[in-house]
């Protein structure tokens, strides 16, 4: 399978604690995003790198979520300090795209992590 | 960043046309328009993307009016397995991070 994998699929923490979310791309695709989907609603944008660069991170919720993408392949996306109001599908997605150029917008998602804090 | 409107969800019978209508009354000159489709437990797959009048591919049409204001998904001849929610996206094509997913249209097949 080629596809975009997300690594665990399911993961119940309590809350306080920290968590690792791993995602691995299509292999030949450059850019990398990260989205959180809580139940009924569309997928929100938080973080995207273009190889290895993180090129917006503004939008991660808040100070307590960082993702890295250290050899521009898999990425992780940590969440310190869990509160019971990050519950949710955190969804990965990968996309070939030139750098300041063009973007295919096609996106291929990954089946996501789905997280519950206690 | 533009905003889309879609009905929150509709009904159709199997080998019924289905359209479902996007609302995008701000989308901007490099906008583009794309639609997803999502099954539950699952992250969104790819259905269609354009700029202006019509694009076609082997799932779907959109249709997309001069004044680019609205977007019409159509599904032709839907069966069970199209029950899924749609997404319409805006955003311009140069500008990953300016993504925005709407809450999406619910559609529901009956045989």
């Known amino acids: 399978d080629t596809g975009v994998s997300q690594d665990p699929r399911h993961k119940i923490t309590k809350r306080g604690q920290n968590v690792t979310f791993r995602c691995d791309p299509i292999?030949?695709?450059?850019?990398l995003y990260w989205y959180r989907q809580t139940l009924g609603q569309g997928p929100e944008f938080l973080t995207y790198?273009?190889?290895?660069?993180?090129?917006?991170k503004s939008r991660l919720l808040s100070d307590r979520f960082s993702a890295e993408r250290p050899k521009g392949s898999f990425s992780t996306l940590e969440i310190q300090r869990t509160e019971q109001g990050d519950s949710a599908m955190y969804l990965c997605?990968?996309?070939?795209?030139?750098?300041?150029?063009?973007?295919?917008?096609?996106?291929?998602f990954g089946p996501g992590t789905r997280l519950t804090v206690l | 960043l533009a905003k889309t409107t879609q009905p929150i969800s509709m009904d159709s019978y199997e080998g019924q046309e289905v359209n479902i209508t996007c609302s995008h009354n701000?989308?901007?000159?490099?906008?583009?328009i794309t639609w997803y489709q999502q099954f539950p437990s699952q992250g969104p797959r790819f259905i269609i993307q354009?700029?202006?009048t019509k694009v076609t591919n082997e799932v779907a049409s959109l249709f997309i009016p001069a004044d680019r204001k609205s977007s019409t998904l159509s599904l032709p001849r839907v069966s069970l397995s199209d029950t899924a929610v749609y997404y319409c996206?805006?955003?311009?094509?140069?500008?990953?991070?300016?993504?925005?997913f709407g809450s999406g249209t619910r559609l529901s097949i009956r045989p």
């Open positions: 354009g700029y202006k």
């Open positions: 997605a990968s996309t070939q795209a030139a750098a300041g150029g063009w973007i295919y917008n096609e996106q291929f």
């Open positions: 292999s030949e695709h450059n850019r």
């Open positions: 996206l805006v955003a311009p094509y140069s500008s990953a991070s300016k993504i925005i």
């Open positions: 701000n989308i901007a000159t490099n906008d583009y």
């Open positions: 790198f273009q190889n290895e660069a993180q090129l917006e």
